[in-house]
């Protein structure tokens, strides 16, 4: 099937997690994506544990699938020469160095545009490329813990907790993501490329503020870390049922609400102030409130409970472990767990495309590339350099 961006050409100086999600997603939509490393052990997740039994790192495939890697040594000015005639042939470039690091390279946006006023420019850092912190070096904890995802994340007694996955990484890779799709439809009407400075702690900032920043700017109340429950609203979260399984238990309305204390046998509490007739109330009694849900609960197996509430059409679920998630039929039906067959590695599981679209679907199918694999690829086809040129560059570490 044809692909959105098969007409679009990457230039990708991505590494670690952030970048590379956002050149794979890209990837997925059908872009070329031509991802530069140095030869000197290229990406450093390429080293990552866990790796296959052909010694590649398992997540370095999964970041990397589908993209073509060469080997161009940024440090000489002959390997920067070549960066910028690379440039002229791509529609976008995606770096997350540390702010002024390109610049310094002579690859920053003010001098590249010279040479390509088409081309999108995207940089994804820490903090960005201004105000007083820009110029720290941050990772994905930090930029949780500065995005204020720390602060609420975690049970009251525990410490500030990050989450499972590194999601200031991941989310700042979306936002660039649909930041750099956003500028490709502005230069289809005007012709124009534009620089994309994404901050992580803006992005981790953008999504903890809307549930936490309102009670906060409304009375300066700091909002306090509730483990698996929602400050707006009870019951939500988690309880253990008679067998031990873990049980996740949302309820958001006061129909819902109701419904439950109709199915336990307690309609006596509907009209009761002390278990809340609505939503504000409950929360004022979020301790009766969960000592009723985990009573009731402890006191029946997993499959009782999920009868009881799905048969009222009440919102429930076990707590899977992760292998049950990884062989869950649902994600098997959409395809969200596939095989790709790596070069070195051969078959391995990785996680399918969530782009679902009808004309043009993603495509995860791809395997990832060994250091340098598509160098002659790139160089002699987009940049025309015959087989001594590329001997030459090789011979003298350019490439």
Not at 1 to 18: C, G, H, N, P, S
Not at 98 to 105: E, F, I, N, Q
Not at 115 to 126: E, H
Not at 176 to 203: F, H, M, N, P, V
Request: aromatic fraction near 8%; proline fraction near 6%.
């Amino acid at each position: 099937m044809a692909k959105v961006l098969e007409d679009v050409r990457v230039l990708d100086f991505t590494r670690m997690y952030a970048g590379p999600f956002c050149t794979m997603l890209l990837k997925e939509l059908g872009a070329e994506v031509i991802k530069v490393e140095f030869a000197e052990g290229g990406d450093a997740v390429r080293t990552f544990a866990p790796v296959t039994e052909g010694k590649e790192s398992y997540i370095f495939i999964i970041l990397n699938r589908g993209k073509k890697s060469i080997t161009l040594n940024l440090r000489s000015e002959r390997g920067r020469e070549i960066a910028k005639e690379l440039v002229k042939e791509v529609d976008i470039l995606a770096e997350n160095f540390s702010p002024g690091v390109m610049d310094r390279l002579g690859l920053g946006y003010e001098e590249l545009k010279g040479i390509n006023p088409r081309l999108i420019y995207a940089s994804l850092s820490g903090f960005g490329h201004k105000g007083p912190r820009h110029s720290q070096p941050a990772y994905d904890l930090i930029a949780q813990a500065w995005g204020g995802l720390m602060s609420v994340t975690g049970f009251p007694d525990n410490p500030p907790t990050r989450t499972g996955p590194a999601t200031a990484d991941f989310t700042g890779a979306l936002y660039t993501t649909i930041s750099i799709l956003a500028a490709l439809r502005y230069r289809e009407k005007t012709g124009e490329g534009q620089a994309i400075d994404i901050s992580l702690q803006d992005c981790i900032w953008a999504v903890t503020a809307v549930e936490y920043a309102p009670p906060y700017f409304l009375s300066g109340e700091i909002p306090k870390r509730l483990g698996n429950e929602l400050w707006n609203t009870v019951p939500w979260g988690t309880y253990q049922a008679k067998d031990g399984q873990y049980m996740a238990i949302p309820m958001v309305t006061v129909g819902q609400w109701e419904g439950f204390l109709r199915v336990i046998g307690r309609e006596d509490l509907i009209n009761d102030p002390k278990y809340g007739i609505t939503t504000r109330e409950r929360i004022e009694h979020r301790d009766e409130i969960n000592a009723l849900m985990s009573e009731w609960i402890k006191a029946r197996t997993m499959i009782e409970v999920i009868d009881t509430l799905s048969g009222a059409g009440l919102p429930c679920s076990i707590v899977p472990t992760f292998d049950q998630v990884a062989n869950d039929p649902q994600l098997l039906s959409r395809e969200m767990i596939i095989e790709i067959e790596q070069l070195i590695s051969g078959k391995l599981k990785v996680p399918g495309s969530v782009f679902k679209l009808s004309q043009t679907p993603g495509d995860a199918t791809l395997p990832a590339p060994f250091l340098g694999q598509h160098n002659h690829e790139v160089y002699s086809e987009i940049l025309n350099y015959d087989e001594e040129k590329i001997s030459s560059l090789l011979a003298k570490g350019i490439i």
